[in-house]
């Protein structure tokens, strides 16, 4: 069977946004503990986060900073990172939890949400375009692979409680993507 261009096309780029998420076990050694907590999928919010740690620019770097916001979040007694996913400098969707698994990221809505965090700081300036359309992809992921339901809300960290999180610049930004809510 032949098949069309542009049906060829979109097949591969299918594909690429499937194989852009960076498995977690390139940067981190420690397998995630089958004991940690899970939530009932698909569910019905992105709460979106800045690391509010320095920025990352090539794989090596942000492979060394998730070690680093995972090892900062072991010692606040975290059970591992706290993160669903996080977007690195390089343009990648970094696997923290991954799906199907209760974050640590936003009290009372853990068991809600996926949690996803841009690696750096957000209050003065905006994560690059090549960041900005990582996240948009994970979402497109999310619900295609029916962890998020298709009519979900986005809301930036403060939106659920007093934090600078994610930036006031990334947020003025989330504020103009489609789904999002002035309330999670
Ligand atoms: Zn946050």
């Given at each position: 069977m032949k098949l069309p261009l542009p049906l060829l096309l979109l097949l591969s780029l299918a594909g690429l946004s499937l194989a852009q998420i960076v498995p977690r076990?390139?940067?981190?050694?420690q397998p995630l503990s089958p004991r940690l907590p899970r939530v009932a999928v698909p569910v019905r919010l992105i709460v979106i986060h800045h690391t509010?740690?320095?920025?990352?620019?090539?794989?090596?770097?942000c492979q060394q900073a998730l070690q680093q916001?995972?090892?900062?979040?072991?010692?606040?007694?975290?059970r591992d990172i706290g993160y669903n996913f996080l977007i690195g400098g390089d343009g990648r969707i970094y696997?923290?939890?991954?799906?199907?698994?209760?974050?640590?990221?936003?009290?009372?809505?853990?068991?809600q949400s996926i949690g996803v965090a841009f690696i750096?700081?957000?209050?003065?300036?905006?994560?690059?375009?090549?960041?900005?359309?990582?996240?948009?992809?994970?979402?497109?992921?999310?619900?295609?692979?029916?962890?998020?339901?298709?009519?979900?809300?986005?809301?930036?960290?403060?939106?659920?409680?007093a934090t600078a999180c994610p930036g006031r610049q990334l947020l003025d930004e989330l504020r103009k993507w489609p789904r999002w809510q002035p309330k999670p």
């Open positions: 076990q390139s940067w981190c050694r509010a740690s320095a920025p990352c620019y090539t794989p090596q770097q916001i995972r090892m900062g979040h072991l010692l606040r007694k975290f696997e923290g939890l991954g799906f199907g698994i209760r974050g640590e990221h936003a009290p009372h809505y853990n068991s750096g700081n957000y209050q003065r300036a905006l994560p690059s375009p090549q960041m900005l359309q990582a996240a948009r992809t994970l979402i497109t992921i999310a619900v295609q692979r029916r962890q998020l339901q298709r009519n979900y809300a986005l809301v930036g960290h403060c939106q659920t409680k």
